[in-house]
């Protein structure tokens, strides 16, 4: 569907499955990738103030959102083999990526495996700077039960009581993804909407325990781009309880010449809760940087080879 300058499709991956995105606005391109459970939509507020200098591209990734939800790896890996693949049939040859929590991941992996298509770096509350994790996520990685809880919970007919049963464990333990719980209750549902369908569970579980276990985070992305020479932006929320803000400041240290902007009074999403203060930021950062290339393109048409399960159609 195309409107003007905006349209959305699908990219079919090699293996069959297909990968829904948005594209809009003219300019250098920026990716845009988002967390675990969520879609595209989680940059909705975001896109508008880009669009007049940059083209967006908005994916919704393997297992999320209107992508199929294959019964698949859907390991850090995969997902980066995935999009690199989408920004081959896209013809999109150096990119700004920006990913928030499992994004971040996902485009840290991305830039690791194929350094030639990542010209600059926004890691936002990102996965794989630390092992710290909140409980609940460290719950779900435990085997057999959160399986059959996920298909109870997450029910249609169980919406209204789920969405209850979750106001009333925020107001008595405290929010896990916002500093304004209450401010935010109509995203939060959207979001555990999103995993009704048994496809999106299985999704959710699936990519949940390839980087984590109960302990914690078991994959580290920050060494993957340790040696980093692109600009890159970190950008959290003070009062993060999905990553604590010291992951920031600890990838901080791996990589001195990033630059760090902690927003107060804000939680695990600060392009929801703190959208001003957050495109502010960002837009400084692309005003005052450019995309850095280090490698050449590869050269040759996009073949599954890099798809772990895929077969060349």
């Given at each position: ?18 990968i ?15 967390g ?26 393997p297992?999320?959102?209107r ?7 859907y ?13 081959d049939?896209?013809?999109l ?9 499992l994004?971040?991941?996902v485009?840290m992996?991305?830039?690791y ?39 109870v ?34 995203e ?13 569970q299985?999704?959710f ?7 984590s276990?109960?302990a ?52 695990h ?36 080879r ?8």
């Amino acid at each position: 569907m195309t409107q003007g300058s905006e349209s959305e499709g699908f990219v079919e991956l090699p293996g069959g499955s297909r990968i829904f995105y948005r594209r809009s606005g003219k300019g250098e391109p920026i990716l845009l990738l988002h967390g675990i459970a969520h879609s595209s939509q989680a940059w909705d507020r975001v896109i508008p103030a880009l669009t007049s200098r940059y083209e967006v591209i908005a994916l919704d990734l393997p297992g999320c959102g209107r992508s199929d939800k294959p019964d698949t790896d859907y390991s850090l890996g995969t997902q980066a083999a995935a999009v690199r693949y989408v920004l081959d049939r896209l013809h999109l040859d150096l990119v700004t990526a920006i990913g928030h929590s499992l994004g971040g991941g996902v485009a840290m992996t991305l830039a690791y495996q194929y350094p030639e298509r990542v010209g600059r770096l926004g890691l936002v509350a990102s996965a794989g700077l630390g092992r710290d994790l909140h409980l609940l996520f460290r719950a779900a990685t435990l085997p057999f039960a959160p399986e059959r809880a996920m298909r109870v919970l997450f029910h249609p007919r169980m919406r209204v009581p789920r969405n209850l049963l979750g106001l009333i464990m925020s107001q008595a333990l405290g929010d896990p993804f916002f500093h304004r719980p209450k401010q935010h209750r109509r995203e939060f549902e959207a979001l555990l909407q999103g995993l009704e369908e048994p496809g999106a569970q299985r999704a959710f579980l699936a990519t949940l325990r390839s980087a984590s276990n109960y302990a914690g985070q078991s994959v580290s992305a920050l060494d993957r781009i340790g040696l980093a020479e692109f600009p890159v932006l970190i950008v959290w929320g003070k009062d993060d309880r999905v990553f604590p803000v010291a992951h920031a400041r600890r990838a901080h240290q791996e990589l001195p010449h990033a630059r760090v902007v902690v927003i107060e009074h804000c939680g695990h999403f600060p392009q929801l809760e703190a959208t001003q203060p957050f495109i502010k930021a960002l837009r400084k950062w692309l005003d005052e940087t450019r995309p850095l290339r280090i490698y050449p393109v590869q050269s040759g048409p996009p073949t599954g080879r890099d798809i772990p399960g895929a077969s060349v159609a």
